[in-house]
């Protein structure tokens, strides 16, 4: 369906900043969302931000405030601006995108994940 490209993950100590990208793949299929999921250590895999083509926006509590979703529609690419970063958002970061064929959801696709690590 879509082929995504996560980017920008490295090593950041505590307050520090990120910004992750993610490319989708060009596609005759339509993208209606967008989103960043993250897995820490030993945890199950959480949504972090997500962005319709319609720019609604929804964020996990734990990161409002320090974490910013943009998109470029026309790239169908994605970012993520993490800001204050604390050792709890230590995790592979997702990137996900929904696709759809008319109004016929065709499930969403992941990327291969980009690790993010903050030290104390």
């Known amino acids: 369906q879509v082929q995504l490209v996560e980017s920008g993950g490295g090593l950041v100590q505590s307050g520090g900043s990120l910004r992750l990208s993610c490319a989708a793949s060009r596609t005759i299929f339509t993208i209606k969302a967008m989103a960043w999921y993250r897995q820490g250590p030993g945890k199950q895999r959480e949504l972090v931000a997500r962005?319709?083509?319609?720019?609604?926006?929804n964020y996990a509590e734990s990161v409002k405030g320090r974490f910013t979703i943009s998109r470029d529609g026309a790239e169908n690419t994605v970012y993520l601006q993490m800001n204050n970063l604390k050792p709890a958002d230590t995790a592979v970061y997702y990137c996900?995108?929904?696709?759809?064929?008319?109004?016929?959801?065709?499930?969403?696709?992941w990327g291969p994940g980009t690790q993010v690590t903050v030290s104390s």
């Open positions: 996900n995108a929904e696709a759809y064929s008319g109004t016929f959801s065709l499930g969403g696709s």
């Open positions: 962005i319709t083509s319609t720019d609604e926006i």
